[in-house]
T-cell receptor
Framework: DAGVTQSPTHLIKTRGQQVTLRCSPK?????VSWYQQALGQGPQFIFQ???????QRGNFPDRFSGHQFPNYSSELNVNALLLGDSALYLC??????????????FGPGTRLTVL | GEDVEQSLFLSVREGDSSVINCTYT??????LYWYKQEPGAGLQLLTY?????DMKQDQRLTVLLNKKDKHLSLRIADTQTGDSAIYFC?????????FGQGTELSVKP
C-alpha cells in the first residue's frame, strides 16, 4: 500500500516564475491538505481539498492556488514566486469522515528554492 | 487564533527518558497529535490522544494531556540514538492541523 507521494523532490526557480507541485494521497483517502514549512519552523496550513473543491484556506495570498482531480490527487500552484516562498511543501492526506479524528498522513515533501 | 508552543531543544543520554512539552490555546481541539521529522524527511505520525483522555500509552511512548492547563506532553522511555529528530505537537483546528515550532531532540550515546 503506497503512502502519500509527492513530486518533484527538489525544485529551483527564480523570482517571478510559477511552480506546480503534485501529490498523490494514500490509498483510500479522499482529502488532501497542503502545508508550507519554512526552515526551522513548524508546518503552516495552506489549504485543503475535498470533492475537487477548496474547503478551507489558511492565511496565504491568492498567488497560492490548487486543484484536486477525480482520482483525489492534487496540485499546488504558486505564481509570481518570491524569495520568501522558499520552503518545504508538504502534502497530507486523510479520510473526510473518519469518526472525527483528522488523522493526516504526510508525504516526503517538495523542497522549493527560489533564487 | 490558535497558538501552539513548544520548547526548542532537548538533550538526553541514551537510555534515559525524554519528555517533550507543548501548550496550546484552543480548548475546543478534539484530537492532539505528535509527529516526528527526521532530517530532510516528511512528518511521521507517532501517536494521538482524544481530548476526553488523560493518558495514552503506546509501547515506549506515553502521552499525557492536562486539559485544564492546556498542556500536552510526550514521554519517550529508554531513548535511543535513532530517536534523535524534531518532534511536533499539533492540534486539530476544525479540520486543519496547527503545529508548534518543533522540539529538536538530541540523544547522546
Amino acid at each position: 500500500d503506497a503512502g502519500v507521494t509527492q513530486s518533484p523532490t527538489h525544485l529551483i526557480k527564480t523570482r517571478g516564475q510559477q511552480v506546480t507541485l503534485r501529490c498523490s494521497p494514500k490509498s483510500g483517502h479522499d482529502t488532501v491538505s497542503w502545508y508550507q514549512q519554512a526552515l526551522g519552523q513548524g508546518p503552516q496550513f495552506i489549504f485543503q481539498y475535498y470533492e475537487e473543491e477548496e474547503r478551507q484556506r489558511g492565511n496565504f495570498p491568492d498567488r497560492f492556488s490548487g486543484h484536486q482531480f477525480p482520482n483525489y490527487s492534487s496540485e499546488l500552484n504558486v505564481n509570481a514566486l518570491l524569495l520568501g516562498d522558499s520552503a518545504l511543501y508538504l502534502c497530507a492526506s486523510s479520510l473526510r469522515f473518519s469518526s472525527g479524528n483528522n488523522e493526516q498522513f504526510f508525504g516526503p515533501g517538495t523542497r522549493l528554492t527560489v533564487l | 487564533g490558535e497558538d501552539v508552543e513548544q520548547s526548542l531543544f532537548l538533550s538526553v543520554r541514551e537510555g534515559d527518558s525524554s519528555v517533550i512539552n507543548c501548550t496550546y490555546t484552543d480548548s475546543s481541539s478534539t484530537y492532539l497529535y505528535w509527529y516526528k521529522q527526521e532530517p530532510g524527511a516528511g512528518l511521521q505520525l507517532l501517536t494521538y490522544i482524544f481530548s476526553n483522555m488523560d493518558m495514552k500509552q503506546d509501547q515506549r511512548l506515553t502521552v499525557l494531556l492536562n486539559k485544564k492547563d492546556k498542556h500536552l506532553s510526550l514521554r519517550i522511555a529508554d531513548t535511543q540514538t535513532g530517536d534523535s529528530a524534531i518532534y511536533f505537537c499539533a492540534v486539530n483546528g476544525g479540520g486543519k492541523l496547527i503545529f508548534g515550532q518543533g522540539t529538536e531532540l538530541s540523544v547522546k550515546p
